[in-house]
Each structure stands twice: as C-alpha cells, then as structure tokens.
Nanobody
C-alpha cells in the first residue's frame, strides 16, 4: 500500500502564500503521475494540478499563474506552492498518486485515475 502524507496547510490572510508538501512512501515514486486536489465540505473534489514523471504539468484554470506544482524525486516529495491566495481557495487539499503516467498532464481533475490518496491538509484563507 502506497502512503501519502500531506503537510504545510494553515491559515493565512488573502494575498498570502503557503507551500504544501506530500511525502510518498513508495520506492517507485519517480515513475508516478502525481496530482493535487481540493475539496470544500459537501462539494465535489476539484483537481488543482498534475505533474508527470517526465515533468510535464497541467493546471486547472483557477490555479494558473498563482499555484506551482513541483516534485523532488530524490526526496519522494510533491509540492504545491500557492501564492496570491484568495478566500475561495479555502479547502482541504489532497495529494494523489497514479502508478501509470500516461496522459498525466492532460487529465487534471480526473480523480478516478488516481490509485492512492493522502488524508489531506486544511488551507484557510481569511479576507
């Protein structure tokens, strides 16, 4: 079983920044398609960004220009740098892993492709 552990969430004022991390306990992590999702209670889970094993990236429209996804394969860690945060970014943020990398960057938000999920880290943005 692949374990994913998110961290870095917190409370910030609008306009602030946070950097989320997701440590993946799996030695073949470097081959995986990785994604970030977010969910507000009682709403659907939305895709934020994906990054493939070759470094290709896809973003949801709301994330373009403000959020940056990256990965450190040597450290088995996925990141999400979030700048210019808005109150509507308030959500639980989850990382996800898919052992198949095909079409990774083109399938932002396609939650059914991901096999493994973390438990989430809460981000709250105050106006």
């Amino acid at each position: 079983e692949v374990q994913l552990v998110e961290s870095g969430g917190g409370s910030v004022l609008a306009g602030g920044s946070l950097r989320l991390s997701c440590v993946v306990h799996e030695w073949t992590y470097a081959r995986y398609c990785m994604g970030w999702f977010r969910q507000v209670e009682e709403e659907e889970r939305d895709g934020v960004a994906n990054i493939a094993s070759d470094g290709s990236i896809g973003y949801a429209d709301f994330a373009k220009g403000r959020f940056t996804i990256s990965r450190d394969d040597g450290a088995n860690t996925l990141y999400l740098q979030m700048d210019g945060l808005k109150p509507e970014d308030t959500a639980m943020y989850y990382c996800a892993a898919d052992k198949f990398h095909y079409g990774c960057a083109q399938t932002v938000g396609r939650s059914q492709r991901f096999d493994y999920w973390g438990r989430g880290t809460q981000v709250t943005v105050f106006s």
